[in-house]
């Protein structure tokens, strides 16, 4: 199993990107969560086998928000933030 701690900046409030990314999630083995940020950027955390992982970010994408996306952050999850993840939700 592996983590991505991935951070979205742009326009990515208020135009559905964590709905969107919580569909998007359903068509892979994938377990975490997604949510906004105070400072206008989105937050995502997301474990499963390397190639799931890999595809739900590509996913993210190639899907209608590649356009709100202006940049992207992603570091290696820490073991410890992936333990006891069930699902993907919205986390307030």
Do not use: C
Request: no cysteine; net charge positive.
């Amino acid at each position: 199993m592996t983590g991505k701690h991935v951070f979205y900046e742009g326009r990515v409030q208020g135009v559905g990107f964590r709905y969107t990314t919580r569909r998007i999630a359903r068509e892979y083995e994938v377990a975490g969560w997604v949510r906004n940020l105070p400072d206008g950027r989105v937050e995502l955390l997301v474990a499963g086998e390397p190639k799931e992982v890999a595809g739900f970010l590509e996913g993210i994408a190639r899907s209608e928000l590649a356009s709100f996306i202006k940049g992207t952050m992603e570091h290696k999850a820490e073991e410890a933030a992936l333990q006891g993840l069930r699902g993907f939700e919205i986390r307030p």
